[in-house]
């Protein structure tokens, strides 16, 4: 059972950037992703990466202000926010699924075999 642990959050204003990363506490073939899960509404995608770096995707809500990334030497993810806007505001989880094809990039939620256990976002206007 591999243990996801996410770092980052906080409160910011809007405009601002934030940084997560999350960790994985073994080394294997990971497809990572971002979701996340304002009050009220249902969790959504955020970004995807392939096990192997090479593949993204993002929201649209997203694209062109997130990034997503990952080290595999430190079996981290992150995910790097500029231009923050107060509908960013959601508890954000990171996610991995076992995954040997190392090119795949998975966005539907219920694929995922491993959860994070959530860290809070909260942009101010």
């Known amino acids: 059972q591999v243990q996801l642990v996410e770092s980052g959050g906080g409160l910011v204003q809007t405009g601002a950037s934030m940084s997560f990363a999350c960790t994985a506490s073994?080394?294997?073939?990971?497809?990572m992703g971002w979701f996340r899960q304002a009050p009220g509404k249902e969790r959504e995608f955020v970004a995807g990466?392939?096990?192997?770096?090479?593949?993204?995707d993002y929201a649209d809500s997203v694209r062109g202000r997130f990034t997503i990334v990952r080290d595999n030497t430190k079996n981290t993810v992150y995910l790097q926010m500029h231009s923050l806007q107060p509908e960013d505001t959601a508890v954000y989880f990171c996610?991995?699924?076992?995954?040997?094809?190392?090119?795949?990039?998975?966005?539907?939620?219920?694929?995922?075999?491993?959860w994070g256990q959530g860290t809070q976002l909260t942009v101010s206007s």
């Open positions: 073994e080394t294997s073939t990971y497809a």
């Open positions: 996610a991995a699924r076992r995954e040997s094809r190392r090119w795949v990039i998975i966005t539907q939620d219920h694929l995922y075999h491993y």
């Open positions: 990466i392939s096990g192997n770096g090479a593949n993204t």
